[in-house]
């Protein structure tokens, strides 16, 4: 099986930049995933000579960005707001080159089944124009997968007749959010898979992906009664150390591997209380797994 470069998400380790990059480098990491949406890493702060900097510390610790997050939300299904959303995903695209790497991925959305539905236009004119920026950039904005099965986002992609606008697979989210298969997603969606992020979890209950997401609200009176963990929290889904969750990790790379996927496989670690020994533990568990 082919040795997949290990990244790790950089603001996973709750740790300042500084010591965030020094602790992945020390883990055996080759590769980080930056926020760029807010705050000083966002383009309108990182301007000029900072760019620089925060590159030449990456590569000093023998490092480079596997991509930059630039999920602005809840996605391109305004008609309304989607011209400020995009040209803001136009500026991330701009700071990814700067700091050397090609691949922004973002949330788009709940993408509808049916392709008559309103929000599909929209969400596919938007997406029509960051694939044709994306093009000219030599970049890719890479949708999170999740939201919807991977058969409805390859039909999506297929529309736009450009790579500009590609993937990023998680196969936790599909595991925790569709019920779909992991593994058979990395076939439907192999012409897309620009990176990858190394997550696992599982599903507590069916809940409509639009409610998870956020596109229209829950009413209560339908919540169906479920589990007793289910009912207890409400929530639909569990993010679980790498290997105790419900991806089958050794058939998802072979998959990626027998597609000819040669990307970075990105640790992304949003909860528990201890997140260093976490990364450290999917790092040894992901190395463990290429070997096999």
Do not use: W
Request: charged residues 30%.
């Amino acid at each position: 099986m082919y040795d997949f470069p290990i990244g790790v998400m950089l603001d996973s380790f709750k740790l300042s930049t500084k010591n965030a990059i020094e602790k992945a480098a020390l883990l055996g990491a080759k590769g980080l995933q930056m926020y760029a949406t807010s705050g000083e890493y966002s383009p309108e702060a990182l301007t000029g000579s900072k760019r620089k900097e925060l590159l030449d510390m990456v590569k000093s610790n023998g490092l480079i960005f596997s991509a930059l997050c630039g999920d602005l939300g809840h996605g391109f299904g305004s008609k309304e707001k989607n011209p400020e959303l995009i040209e803001k995903s136009k500026r991330i695209m701009e700071l990814a080159k700067d700091l050397e790497t090609d691949i922004i991925t973002t949330h788009i959305g709940v993408i509808p089944a049916d392709k008559n539905h309103e929000r599909y236009k929209i969400m596919q004119e938007a997406c029509y124009t960051l694939s044709r920026y994306a093009d000219s950039m030599n970049g890719h904005f890479a949708i999170e997968t999740g939201p919807e099965i991977a058969v409805t986002l390859k039909e999506f992609l297929d529309g736009l007749n450009s790579k500009g606008v590609a993937v990023n697979l998680d196969p936790a989210n599909f595991v925790m959010v569709t019920g779909d298969d992991p593994v058979k997603a990395v076939y439907t969606l192999k012409d897309y898979i620009v990176h990858t992020h190394a997550k696992d979890g599982r599903r507590l209950q069916i809940k409509d992906p639009e409610i998870i997401y956020k596109i229209k609200e829950e009413v209560i009176s339908d919540i169906p009664q479920y589990d007793f963990l289910s009912q207890e929290t409400n929530q639909p889904f569990i993010e679980l150390p790498l290997g105790e969750g419900d991806v089958k990790f050794k058939d998802y790379l072979k998959a990626l591997d027998d597609i000819g996927y040669r990307g970075f496989l990105t640790i992304e670690r949003e909860v528990g209380d201890n997140p260093e020994e976490d990364i450290k533990n999917a790092v040894t568990f992901l190395n463990r797994m290429k070997s096999l």
